[in-house]
T-cell receptor, first 112, second 115 residues
Framework: SQKIEQNSEALNIQEGKTATLTCNYTNYSPAYLQWYRQDPGRGPVFLLLIRENEKEKRKERLKVTFDTTLKQSLFHITASQPADSATYLC???????????FGGGTRVLVKP | SAVISQKPSRDICQRGTSLTIQCQVD?????MFWYRQQPGQSLTLIATANQGSEATYESGFVIDKFPISRPNLTFSTLTVSNMSPEDSSIYLC????????????FGPGTRLTVL
């Protein structure tokens, strides 16, 4: 069966450190993978998209890697800040214009 | 980008009643999606609503329970019919921006509690 797995345990991290989140998938052939941030009581907010032929993408303090052999994406928040505290969701799309399927999300708590 | 608003933002309803949720987008979009997010869970796609055609429902969701309208390129409604406490959830409208092709934007959600 198809699965998208993110670490369900909250990630507690000290301010200034790098937070690393994983997204593993099985029985998917994604055209691309997206990462979203969700704050309590709000809808998800798009952060980054990485395509199947891209290894790495950066945006400010965020970095995403995509390994289609390992079927894994890593999401890094460098120089983390308390404002980065939120739930981070990965989502797969198997073909451009198709539906997104979401992982369960990982909650990140950055302590000052 | 696309700015999405939803109405109502939250509601408390009685079992057996129906609620219609509205989704308004500030630009014309082809693809609109409705998701459900149950407490502590991730997002589950209910259906895809394209203007000018019937909505396409995902496994486990049926039109009689979740009828959808898509009268134009900026508006959609989702009705939760004959509600039960199991329908208590956050319902999210989402659009895919044709300008940036693959980016998907979400509304703030409608928090529904069924007693």
């Amino acid at each position: 069966s198809q699965k998208i797995e993110q670490n369900s345990e909250a990630l507690n991290i000290q301010e200034g450190k790098t937070a690393t989140l994983t997204c593993n998938y099985t029985n998917y052939s994604p055209a691309y993978l997206q990462w979203y941030r969700q704050d309590p009581g709000r809808g998800p907010v798009f952060l980054l998209l990485i395509r199947e032929n891209e290894k790495e993408k950066r945006k400010e303090r965020l970095k995403v890697t995509f390994d289609t052999t390992l079927k894994q994406s890593l999401f890094h928040i460098t120089a983390s800040q308390p404002a980065d505290s939120a739930t981070y969701l990965c989502a797969l799309d198997e073909a451009a214009g198709n539906k997104l399927t979401f992982g369960g999300g990982t909650r990140v708590l950055v302590k000052p | 980008s696309a700015v999405i608003s939803q109405k109502p933002s939250r509601d408390i309803c009685q079992r057996g009643t129906s609620l219609t949720i509205q989704c308004q987008v500030d630009s014309q979009v082809t693809m609109m999606f409705w998701y459900r997010q149950q407490p502590g869970q991730s997002l589950t796609l209910i259906a895809t609503a394209n203007q000018g055609s019937e909505a396409t429902y995902e496994s486990g969701f049926v039109i009689d329970k979740f009828p959808i309208s898509r009268p134009n390129l900026t508006f959609s409604t989702l009705t939760v019919s004959n509600m039960s406490p199991e329908d208590s959830s956050i319902y999210l409208c989402s659009v895919r921006s044709s300008g940036t092709s693959d980016t998907q934007y979400f509304g703030p959600g409608t928090r529904l509690t069924v007693l």
